[in-house]
C-alpha cells in the first residue's frame, strides 16, 4: 500500500521526448468472501473416526475477481463430531467469513463374531441348564475394531440329549459355535429290594430272589437293572 510516483518519457521520431510525472495509489485488495475450492479427499467416516482435512483447499475471494488460495493455518474447520451415524455439517472460518461442507458418519460394519473363551463349563449331567460363565465373545467390525458383547443369543443345547451338542451364538446375524457334551454315566450302584432269603443252614446254596439293583447315574436318577 502506499503513493507511488510514475514517470512517463514518450520519444518522437525526431529524437524529442515528452515527459510526463504522475502518482498512483495502492490499497489493499478488499475481500468480500470465501470459497471451498476442493473439498477434502475423506467425505465418508465411521463412528468414532478422526477428521482428515487432507486434499481441502480455501480460497479467499476479492473485490474486482481475484483470489488467494489460504494456507491451512489461516483457516479453522468447526462441526466435526463422528459420535454417532448421520450427516454432518462442517464450517470453515476464515476472519468473518464461512463457508461449509459435510460428510457423512455411518457405523462400523460388523464382519464376524469370535468366541474368545469358552464357557468354563462344556460337560453337563442329562438335565442340567446349559451355564455360559466364563464365556468371552467379541464382535469384530469392518475398521478392524473388536468389542466384548453380551446381548447375543444362543441355541442348539438340549438338555435332555445325550452326546455332543453344538452351541450356537448368533449377533446380528452373525454366527459362532462351541461344543459341549451331555452324560449320564453310572456312578454306583444300590441295593433297592434285599434277597427274600436272608437266612441259611449250613451248606445251603445262595438264593438271590427279590434281589433288586439299581445304577445310580451322574443326574441323581436311579434305574433299575434288570
Given at each position: 500500500t502506499g503513493v507511488y510516483s510514475l514517470t512517463l518519457r514518450v520519444f518522437n521520431a525526431f529524437g524529442g521526448v515528452a515527459v510526463k510525472e504522475f502518482s498512483v495509489t495502492a490499497t489493499e485488495p478488499v475481500e468480500r468472501g470465501i470459497e471451498i475450492e476442493t473439498e477434502p479427499t475423506?467425505?465418508?467416516?465411521?463412528?468414532?473416526e478422526n477428521l482428515s482435512l487432507e486434499g481441502l483447499s480455501v480460497k479467499v475471494l476479492y473485490e474486482g475477481g481475484a483470489s488467494r488460495v489460504l494456507d491451512a493455518s489461516e483457516y479453522e474447520v468447526t462441526g466435526f463430531d463422528s459420535s454417532e451415524a448421520g450427516t454432518v455439517t462442517l464450517t470453515v472460518e476464515y476472519k468473518t467469513f464461512t463457508d461449509t461442507f459435510t460428510v457423512?458418519?455411518?457405523?462400523?460394519?460388523?464382519?464376524?463374531?469370535?468366541?474368545?473363551?469358552?464357557?468354563?463349563?462344556?460337560?453337563?449331567?442329562?438335565?442340567?441348564?446349559?451355564?455360559?460363565?466364563?464365556?468371552?465373545?467379541?464382535?469384530?467390525?469392518?475398521?478392524?475394531?473388536?468389542?466384548?458383547?453380551?446381548?447375543y443369543t444362543v441355541s442348539g443345547?438340549?438338555?435332555?440329549?445325550?452326546?455332543?451338542?453344538?452351541?450356537?451364538?448368533?449377533?446380528?446375524?452373525?454366527?459362532a459355535t462351541f461344543k459341549v457334551t451331555v452324560t449320564n454315566d453310572r456312578t454306583g450302584i444300590e441295593i433297592t429290594s434285599n434277597p427274600t432269603k436272608l437266612a441259611y443252614t449250613l451248606g445251603e446254596e445262595l438264593d438271590l430272589s427279590g434281589l433288586k439293583l439299581s445304577a445310580v447315574l451322574e443326574n441323581g436318577t436311579k434305574v433299575e437293572i434288570p
Open positions: 475423506k467425505t465418508a467416516y465411521k463412528v468414532g457423512t458418519v455411518e457405523n462400523p460394519i460388523l464382519e464376524s463374531i469370535e468366541i474368545n473363551i469358552k464357557p468354563t463349563k462344556t460337560k453337563y449331567v442329562l438335565g442340567a441348564e446349559l451355564d455360559l460363565s466364563g464365556m468371552v465373545v467379541k464382535a469384530k467390525y469392518d475398521t478392524g475394531d473388536s468389542k466384548t458383547i453380551t446381548d443345547y438340549d438338555k435332555n440329549t445325550l452326546g455332543e451338542q453344538t452351541v450356537t451364538v448368533t449377533y446380528e446375524g452373525k454366527k
